[in-house]
């Protein structure tokens, strides 16, 4: 996945907004809350974290390209990071950044969930 086409599908989902932090990663957040962060290094893999729920978690960490996202999981959190091939193809990336965007947004308090007009139905 490229820089342009993570930040056009982040850009996509609802309630979200854009920021650029933490030397340079493209971090994507719904409710000012995070549901992805990106990095690009030039001729690396790009570094793409993301929240997920228990399960995916305990089957994505043991999977080749995949890890425990730094940080955010060494402090009990459940976030992957991809980091390099495999990995996961653009269409599950995909997948995995909506989950993680519905994840947090349902973290939302429901006043905040109904004033961003997310999870009404």
Known sequence: ???ED?????ASLPATSHVVQWGGSDV????GKVFAIAGWDAGSEPRITFKVS?????????QPGLRPAPYLASRG???IQHYEQPGLDDEALRDYLRASH????????KKKQKELGLNQG
């Open 1 to 3: 996945m490229t820089k």
């Open 6 to 10: 993570y930040n056009a599908f982040c």
């Open 28 to 31: 994507w957040k719904v409710g």
């Open 54 to 62: 228990e399960l995916a978690y305990e089957i994505l960490k043991e």
């Open 77 to 79: 959190m459940k976030w």
């Open 102 to 109: 519905q994840i947090v947004s349902l973290g939302l308090t």
